[in-house]
């Protein structure tokens, strides 16, 4: 069974950092690519960073480009997201998104919270 569980959220003030950690179980990691979304209150959920399967090659949505940094570690079975510059338009609730197969994964979310 696939498990994608999320953690390091919390509230900061604008200018701080967070880092962001997916514990992921249940399928095999290193062959899936890995994704973080972000979802505002009264927004849509949007596709914030992916991270290809050997990490090598990683795509930034942008609005975040040149603040955050996706990657992952393998061996862990882990992906990261490390927030730098936050500002309160990044607050929402971070989910880690996995496709394996053809199936569609979700975390349960962390909330991010940043005040000005």
């Known amino acids: 069974q696939v498990h994608l569980v999320e953690s390091g959220g919390g509230l900061v003030q604008a200018g701080e950092s967070l880092r962001l950690s997916c514990a992921a179980s249940?399928?095999?990691?290193?062959?899936?690519?890995m994704s973080w979304y972000r979802q505002a209150p009264g927004k849509q959920r949007e596709l914030v960073a992916t991270?290809?399967?050997?990490?090598?090659?990683?795509n930034l949505a942008k609005s975040v480009q040149g603040r955050f940094t996706i990657s992952r570690d393998n061996a862990e079975k882990t992906l990261y997201l490390q927030m730098n510059s936050l500002t309160p338009d990044d607050t929402a609730v971070y989910y880690c998104?996995?496709?394996?197969?053809?199936?569609?994964?979700w975390g349960q979310g962390t909330q991010v919270t940043v005040s000005s």
């Open positions: 991270v290809t399967r050997a990490g090598g090659t990683t």
């Open positions: 249940g399928f095999t990691f290193s062959l899936s690519a």
């Open positions: 998104y996995a496709l394996v197969g053809l199936l569609q994964y």
